[in-house]
């Protein structure tokens, strides 16, 4: 039993992930725009210091597990995406990783997605400008693709970097050197409110109903259970991991360009 943080606690995946947890016995920190424990805005700079800050204030500096899944989708303009899915994910992470070490063996679960490879033409340069907090980059390269395409690429090169930063960092002497075990559920089509704007959408419905999901649409506690046991000791092996539960999308997609080779 612990105390779990959990943004985008209120709907979809982080509900169902709240559910499971709670009925597991953790004490369970919600942090969303509404019905949540703290009630934070993860698209300013403002919003993000207050969770962070009340987060360690109610669980008084410890923390033994985060799920980092507060996010938004296309059709949502592809600033409050940017702002929500990396700014908000990425200061979540390093704002709450001292209370996760201090808890001397906690988890952490960022939700990534497989649009980070089943999104076409990402920019590289857009993925970079993420990695580098280069707000004026990113803006310059969505204002580049232009309405309305760039609210699906800030939301596909969002989740790369999300999940690259967690990457880059599960391995060093700050996380896992800590105790802290990082790793990434990247979802398919789930039936949620995020997608279901998608599919409401006259631009974007189309594209996200045709999508190939070889299972058929997946259900928020899908992912749930998979979030819930990454938090567990038993998934204590894992570090840096990016687990694709998607219902066959990626396998279909890319079937062949990963695992690859690599020279040294
Ligand atoms: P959802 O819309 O049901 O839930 C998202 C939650 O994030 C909501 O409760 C919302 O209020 C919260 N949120 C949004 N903006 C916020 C802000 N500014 N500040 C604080 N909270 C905010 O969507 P979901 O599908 O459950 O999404 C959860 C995660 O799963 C997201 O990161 C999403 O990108 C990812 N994901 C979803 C799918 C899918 O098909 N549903 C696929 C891949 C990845």
Request: negative net charge; aromatic residues 6%.
């Amino acid at each position: 039993m612990g105390t779990i943080a959990i943004s985008g606690s209120a709907s979809g995946i982080g509900a169902a992930t709240r559910a499971m947890l709670d009925a597991n016995g953790h004490t369970i920190i919600g942090i969303d725009l509404r019905d949540a424990e703290v009630i934070a805005d993860l698209t300013t700079d403002e919003g993000r210091h207050s969770a962070v800050t009340e987060v360690i204030a109610r669980c008084d500096g410890v923390l033994d597990g985060l799920v980092s899944g507060a996010g938004l989708g296309p059709p949502v303009p592809a600033a409050m995406i940017t702002e929500v899915n990396y700014f908000g994910s990425q200061a979540l992470l390093a704002g709450l990783r001292p209370a996760l070490a201090a808890a001397q063996g906690a988890a952490v679960v960022q939700i990534g997605s497989n649009s980070s490879t089943i999104t076409p033409n990402l920019p590289d340069d857009l993925v970079d400008a993420f990695l580098a907090h280069d707000r004026t980059a990113i803006t310059a390269a969505l204002d580049e693709i232009g309405e309305p395409f760039d609210s699906a690429m800030a939301y596909g090169a969002s989740k790369i970097a999300i999940t690259r930063w967690c990457r880059r960092q599960a391995t060093t002497d700050d996380w896992v050197g800590q105790g802290i075990r990082l790793n990434v559920i990247a979802p398919g089509a789930v039936q949620t409110p995020l997608l279901e704007r998608g599919d409401d959408d006259p631009i974007y419905g189309p594209l996200t109903t045709q999508l190939p999901v070889p299972t058929g649409r997946g259900a928020p506690e899908d992912i749930a259970t998979w979030i819930t046991f990454m938090l567990t000791p038993a998934a204590r092996f894992a570090c840096g991991s990016v687990i694709f539960v998607d219902g066959g999308s990626d396998a279909l997609i890319r079937t062949d360009d990963w695992p690859s080779t690599f020279s040294m």
